[in-house]
């Protein structure tokens, strides 16, 4: 069984700004704090340098590198423990990294589920309220199925998944239904990191 890498949680704005080895504890710094800020790292001296330095100096870093994603944009991103398992999905303001909205734990599901929900649904938020911001996602299962109009899955239809299974049906149907010209984009994570919408759970 592989070993489960250690990461180390930077919190520059939440309720008790940090450093923290645990993403539930991270998880109880950042909820319900508007503006929350916070980002994961591999190593602790990595954290510590980036507390002391704080956000701004990452964003700097960002800008020196000449980082090509659009900064005004939504990031979305899907958590699931296990394939199929307890799974939720979220978007974010990419710049700030604040929560737009937040949906589940549901108690079955997978990934790409996940990812393809929050595309949809950032896609007709943007739609209802008249606004065009570029959305990006790391799944490219998502993107071909936004793209389709269609998932193509094996989860079954059971008790346990019947409400992510009339989210799906929805969400296919409105695809469907409806058009729109608002870009869609896969998010780089080799060249730019975690999306910020990542759960940090990796």
Known sequence: MATKKKKYYVVWRGHHPGIYEEWSAVLQQITSYQGALYKS???????????????????????????????????????????????????????????????????????????????????????????????????????????????KTMLPRNEKTRELWEMIDRAESWLRKNSYDIPVYKWDTKKWGEIPADFGRK
Request: net charge positive.
């Open 41 to 151: 790292y591999k190593s602790k001296w990595e954290a510590e340098k980036a507390y002391k330095q704080g956000p701004s100096a990452m964003k700097a870093k960002e800008e020196r590198a000449g980082t090509p994603f659009i900064r005004d944009s939504i990031s979305v991103d899907a958590a699931c423990s296990g394939n199929p398992g307890v799974m939720e999905y979220r978007g974010v303001d990419t710049a700030s990294r604040k929560e737009i909205f937040h949906q589940g734990p549901f108690p079955m599901g997978t990934n790409n589920l996940g990812e393809f929900l929050a595309l949809v649904h950032a896609i007709a938020l943007q739609k209802k309220a008249g606004t065009k911001r570029p959305i990006y996602t790391d799944s490219g299962t998502a993107l071909a199925w936004v793209r389709n109009k269609k998932v």
